[in-house]
């Protein structure tokens, strides 16, 4: 049993939470918002829920064994992120969750963890000034650079069902995605571990797909139109950039430690959160 804390609870930190809950850990969930916290406190019983902003003194922070900044950097980062590293003793492990996005276009190519760094976006660009800072002042920091994340709930199914999901330009460069729940196990796997040789570690399922191709199975497996196209030209430059990387990642270091997709494909797991979701037909 170990103590962890989620700081930033939003769709990945409630399942990660849950995770953790179901095998003995203590857990502590953080919200920047009372309204926030009473929602986790209800959902997510068994854990503490905290009203806690990114940068703040951490309360017992030594109680914790592993912090998990899960929060999207704003404008004022890496500054928040760096306080909480800088709280923390080198026994404590902090994980933060970052993006492919820090990788450079690959066009095509295989995007094994020490590809190219080169973000694309403003928004890659502050995940990865936050990685930096992390690893300069708190050496026990691994960054984990995460696909497109789906799942219950999420993910283009439910964009295609509400009808507001497009197809940008010829939607033909190779996208990696990744299960909400191998990432959790993942998460888990990199947080438990006794010790790891590598600070950084990229993640995705076993078959990157096109846009299109993706859209296609989607449409046919929910009975749905195929969604609209729209000229690259009219989207924004982080639109365009994202799915214009061309990336298919492959996550050695992972599978290296043992860790494989549950979902290696997005038919595995859009049939896991259809499933779910048909279970628990209130899911949001």
């Not at 850990?25 to 503490?48: C, F, I, K, N, Y």
């Not at 010829?170 to 010790?195: C, E, K, M, P, W």
Request: glycine content about 8%.
């Amino acid at each position: 049993m170990s103590r962890w804390a989620i700081l930033g609870c939003g769709y990945v930190g409630r399942r990660l939470a849950t995770a953790l809950l179901g095998d003995g850990h203590e857990v502590t969930v953080t919200s920047r918002t009372d309204e926030g916290r009473q929602a986790l406190a209800t959902a997510l019983p068994q854990a503490r829920a905290l009203c806690y902003r990114m940068g703040e003194t951490i309360e017992n922070c030594s109680q914790y064994d592993v912090l998990v900044i899960s929060s999207a950097p704003d404008d004022t980062a890496p500054e928040p992120e760096k306080a909480v590293a800088e709280q923390l003793s080198q026994e404590q492990r902090l994980l933060y969750l970052s993006t492919t996005g820090v990788y450079a276009q690959a066009f095509g190519a295989e995007v094994a963890d020490d590809f190219t760094i080169a973000p694309g976006s403003e928004r890659s660009m502050r995940r990865l000034c936050v990685e930096e800072s992390l690893s300069s002042c708190h050496p026990s920091t691994i960054a984990l650079r995460i696909s497109g994340i789906y799942g219950p709930g999420r993910g283009v199914h439910m964009r295609m069902r509400h009808g507001n999901y497009r197809l940008i330009g010829a939607a033909d460069t190779l996208v990696s995605r990744i299960y909400v729940d191998d990432l959790v196990d993942a998460i888990v796997l990199l947080g438990t571990a006794d010790a790891l040789a590598h600070k950084t570690f990229v993640i995705g399922d076993d078959e990157p797909t096109t846009a299109e191709k993706h859209a296609k199975g989607i449409a046919k497996a929910l009975g749905l139109p195929m969604p609209p196209t729209v000229a690259a030209e009219e989207v924004s430059e982080a639109v365009r950039t994202m799915l214009g990387a061309d990336r298919k990642v492959t996550p050695q270091r992972l599978h290296a430690l043992g860790w494989r997709a549950k979902h290696p494909s997005w038919r595995e797991g859009l049939a896991a959160a259809l499933a779910e979701e048909a279970r628990h037909p209130s899911f949001p």
